[in-house]
């Protein structure tokens, strides 16, 4: 059981959704083998990911998250460590069977990305926020390219960035107790959690001005920015305004979670495409 919690499940769950999310929407032209092969790739390496960035973080959870699997001493890092190994190799041979050169490119530029991530540059200012918002982000796109599918996604795969960079920087103001005794060099330990908000208020910013570059070139309909503006954009916006009035890990915490959530409403918005 260990060895599946380590994985992260739910989350790997959701990046099979997102492979097939991306594969799929608005398309009626499904070729499925690739797509089932896709997805069981890019799920595997996801899931590599995070032993591998459990493995490494090993120290920094012992303070931030003692729950954990190797905190807790479930299982040993050095077993972490080479399951994590397994699993990247796995994902990387089943991208072949999808038979597209973008989908096998991503899963080796991803595994090496996210190896690099866990080793040298999560704890590094706003470059480690981009990596992971960069991720999220290749989950839609790797569904699209095995079914020849970026026409209809490029849109959700730009919400995807954004919205995971916003959810970044708010984890990098929770986490900045232990990041701070382990002398990480997070936005939230050089300019402070104020001003890590704020960039984070930036980047939604942009979103907001996205969706509205969306309706004014007709890329969405007018019910569509309706829901978007009141399912998306208006608690996003609450979020910031409960996060400058309330910095503590709790609030952080709870505000990160309502970001994830916030993106598959999101998801499902767009893909109804009212």
Do not use: H
Not at 61 to 79: C, F, Q
Not at 190 to 218: C, S
Request: hydrophobic fraction near 60%; aromatic fraction near 16%.
């Amino acid at each position: 059981m260990s060895f599946l919690k380590i994985t992260r499940p739910l989350n790997c769950l959701f990046v099979a959704i997102t492979i097939v999310f991306g594969a799929v929407i608005g398309t009626e032209n499904i070729d499925l083998l690739p797509i089932i092969f896709a997805t069981i790739s890019a799920t595997l390496i996801a899931a590599a990911g995070y032993v591998i960035n459990d493995y490494f973080d090993f120290a920094i959870d012992k303070i931030n998250r003692p729950n954990r699997v190797l905190p807790a001493g479930k299982i040993t890092p050095k077993s972490a460590y080479i399951y994590s190994i397994t699993l990247f190799t796995f994902g990387i041979f089943f991208s072949f069977f999808t038979n597209n050169i973008y989908c096998i490119f991503l899963a080796f530029i991803n595994a090496i990305i996210l190896f690099l991530y866990a080793k040298y540059f999560k704890l590094t200012p706003f470059f480690g926020n981009l990596i992971v918002a960069y991720i999220a982000t290749s989950t839609f796109l790797y569904g699209a390219f095995s079914n020849a599918n970026l026409v209809n996604i490029w849109m959700i795969a730009t919400f995807a960035f954004l919205l995971t960079l916003i959810r970044e920087l708010i984890k990098d103001c929770e986490d900045i107790e232990g990041d701070a005794k382990l002398k990480a060099k997070t936005l939230a330990l050089i300019f402070g959690i104020k001003k890590t908000i704020q960039i984070a208020f930036i980047v939604a910013t942009i979103m907001i001005l996205f969706v509205l570059f969306l309706w004014w070139q007709a890329y969405i309909s007018n019910s569509t920015i309706i829901l978007l503006n009141a399912f998306v954009i208006l608690p996003t916006l609450l979020f910031f305004a409960s996060l400058k009035q309330n910095f503590e890990k709790n609030n952080l915490a709870r505000i990160s979670k309502f970001v994830k959530i916030d993106m598959l409403i999101l998801l499902i918005i767009l893909g109804l495409k009212i």
